[in-house]
């Protein structure tokens, strides 16, 4: 063995550590490595292709399928392959089962008697037998590729000689080559027999037949016969051996069924029971079929992909149509052009994301992520520690919605990066079983992905969720239909050859089958069974019907297949679901007897009976179909079921118990299940909130539904009905919300907890105040904050901040409409209650929103002071979303008072925090601040790139007042730029954006600064009437900065008119100026360059006592008498 190889330092394909080199030889090298994914040891296999370097594209592609077809071969002395695909230089390689304490066959036989050995051929043939019928040649037999580990034979390293290039010619080692295939013959099952028969004579003689260091070694073993008086056998053996060594294919046993059948009689050894084998080879092995122009469009789509032209399809089918076969063609084909795939499979009942946690782990490993990555995707990814090396720590909190966000774009940016690398083609199966958060994911990659070198082909059922096509509208959507009369001829004839195109025969199968793929299957499985064998269907007597039942048949003629013994774990999977969860199972058949508890046994009996599958480039296995887990679930009785659901739940919450919370979805389905109402309210209390935070409704909605059939405490229900409503509150369900708390506010007045029925008032007030709906809104905080302070003096702390949130929630009320004065007493009076319970986190908040409060009326020192508290407390508190938020406000003071250098600061520091936490959206209100001190600078460009960067990001983010507001700031530049086409197109969108939004300070900034725009543009009548709406809007919403800057602007425009009253303009100005005066604030540099000249043309034209007369008469002005 050599272990002197240089072993790459980094993961080989990304997924493999190698580890020392266990052999190698013309084929390639077979080295030790570990599964990061699956944390097994595996022996992977670099192939070498001596004959083509590099293998050229249609080798490729041949290999792909050739391993493909080893990797579904399933049998108990064929050593398991694991996974297949090219590495960087486009050489192919494959992973297989590790025998770290194997030995070569001659090796383990020398021990062993007569019979011994004559049993260790007998696994050999058993091998043959399988892998023949599976229509492969193995090509190589010799001790080598025969090994025994516990006395079980495992071959090895099948058709690799035909994968390398070398198709039907002269292929193996010589020694145990067959004299035909020295003469140029093609490679047959018989060419196999042949090296059976050295392999046997090794085994009884102790050599080979022939003298290998012979000059004359291929002549004696073309010509001469081997001297069978070495065999130490009898002669019923020997005869064996001597037939397996004819010289000519026709001496030889016709199959390796036949060899085996004589080698067990030779020795009277009772015949082995054979694993199920039947008529697979052909069945299996049909060709993709019908679909040539549907994998074309596919194809075309993947080379725009690979070329950076990202894409979509949503492929639609009913069930057995061939979606699967479909997306499994391109997978292979994907492979071999370089292209990186990762798969991911829906499931009913599926958690939060769970479309998507299969392929995270594969993902991880293509683009490595950063701590702060690492630690927002630790709660999807189970022991994300093997899959990435930075640090896992805890992981900075953000509100609900920036949480989602963070997550959302961290899994998005992930993608980008591996696509970066190497171009993706992600397979997403099952698709109308996701939750919303999945789909929700899956819009996010849609926004950009023409950019990215990526391909999403996502496969659904056609009747199960017919809303998909609309729902993802980006996606173009291909519906296969089912397959045509002369696609259903060309699979028949691949099954049965020429006979398969009898038009009888294909008659039958188009009214049978009407074209879906696997009934075809079926019915000629059926059929084959009836006539003896499948080529004997074409003379057969055609039955009137085949399944009478139609699919209720289909499934339980495959489950027949699967013999008693093993159908008890085969219900448990049923029961678990879908998708296989191997360490339940095995965990749970523990309890199972002893002769049905073999979990490996049972998977190679379930996967040649067609019922178990693991899908190419899947990590777990599944039912084939799930029309499969139907019938086995429909035969099951009540009782039966529930005790199988208990199984399952109990031993996933025994397995799990350190890490649940990915599996509280499955832990309430199982215990629903099995009838334990406790053990399923407590995983669907945590499932519903798990689904809430995540922002999965209509999954969060199921699991409250179902909770308000299991509990009947009014208070209990109460809650539930609460987060029903916030839930659908939030899904824009404004009257279910609304009926819900309704509902949820009769349970709480039932019962003595003042609490709860506050807390259905504020949802209420709070679905008000959304609406837009106000005066109802204080009605019901009202009755909130009454309930509340009635409470003294024995109140509890969550009394007390449950009151401080009333208040507060009245001031937003209040500031919502502009009444900032209104909203001031109840500000004070939560500040007051807060500091009564010194809670320093409501304290904190209260101080915020006074701060913002006085922000918004212009008084920026008493703002800055109560942020500047705000900040203090927050830092105590290490709430560095507080902090973040507290420094943006200080750098909008700041920037208010002229003071631009702190400004910058200020902001800065809020951007470094907000990327810190992972707060995309945070960070993104940042960075369009910090575009405004350059901006007034005059420095156009930075403030560009920083609002151009704002406004890639807050698109990605689909926040529609954030993008009005970063498209607003983009028209300023454009504007003082003179790129005024550019500057209206802005504009117009930032208005619009304005008004679908309801806005009304956004759109009162936005038509004021198109109003500055049409005045630079000399349009002075459309400047005017566009300041006077933006004007009429500020006064509503009580904003004195934005009536300023329309004070201003208006009086530009009433200078360039020629005013024939110039004390108009004037009277603006200083009228401006009062209120910057009360406000403590200054112009911004625009704004005195106009007023600049308002003040100039004044001087100019008006004496200095009508100057006085003006400003006096301005002193006492109300804006109202003025205008």
Known sequence: MSTTATIPASPFNYRYRLHERLGSGGMGAVYRAQDILTGEEVALKRVISTAVTPPTPELKLALAREFQALAALRHPHIIAARDYGFDHTGQPFFTMELLPTAVPLTQAGQWQDTTGKVALLAQLLQALIYVHRHHIIHRDLKPGNVLVAGGAVKLLDFGLAALAGQSGDASGTLLYMAPELLRGAPVTAVSDLYAVGVLAYELLAGWHPFDPTSLD????????????????????LVAVVRRLLAKEPDGRYPHAAATLDA????????????????????????????????????????????????NSVLVGGESGVGKSRLLNELRTQALVAGTAVLRGQARADGGPFHLWQELLPSLLLLAPPDEMETAVLAPLVPHIHRFSAAPIHPLPPLEPDKARTRLLLTITGLLHRAAQKQPLLLLLEDLHWADDASLELLQWLLRDLEKQPCLILAAYRLGERPSLPTDLPTMSHLRLPRLPAAAIAELSQAMLGTHGRQPALLTFLEQQTEGNTFFIVEVMRALAEEAGRLDHIPQAQLPAHIFPQGIQDVVQRRLKRVGEQHQPLLRLAAIAGRQLDLHVLTFVAGDLSPATNDVDEWLTVCANALILERPDGSLHWQFSHDKLREGLLADLLPAEKAALHRQIGLGMETLYAAHLAPYYGDLAAHFQGAGMAEKEITYRQRAAAQAQAAYANETALAHYGRLLALLTDPAARAEVLLALGTVLKLTGHWQEAEARFESATHLAQQTADPWLQARCFRDAGNLRRSQGDYPSALRWLAEAQNLLAAEKPSRSSRIVSLLVDVLVEIGNVYQQQGAYEAARPYLQLALEQAETANDRAAIALVWHNLGSNNYMQGHYHSAQIYYEKALAVRQELDDKPGCANAYNNLGNIAFRLGDYDAAQKQYATSLELRQQMGDVWGAAASLNNLGIVPYHRQDYETARRYWEEALAVRRTLGDEWAISQTVDNLALIARVQGRYAEALQLSDEGIHRRRQLDDKQGLAIATGNRARLLADMDDLPAAESLYRESLSLSQEIEDRRGIVYCLIGLADVYRRQGAKEVTRPYQLILLAQRLLAEMEAHMEQDEQELAGLVLAQAEQELDTAVRAAARAEVETMSLAEFF
């Open 217 to 236: 070694f291929i002549k004696n073993l073309l010509t001469q016969e081997p001297d069978f008086s070495y065999v130490d056998a009898p002669p019923e």
């Open 263 to 310: 080698l067990c009689t030779a020795v009277a050894l009772p015949l082995p029971a054979e694993t199920a084998v039947t008529r697979e080879s052909f069945l299996q092995a049909a060709p993709f079929t019908g679909r040539s122009a549907e994998l074309a469009q596919l194809l075309t789509r993947l080379q725009h992909a690979q070329a950076g032209q990202g």
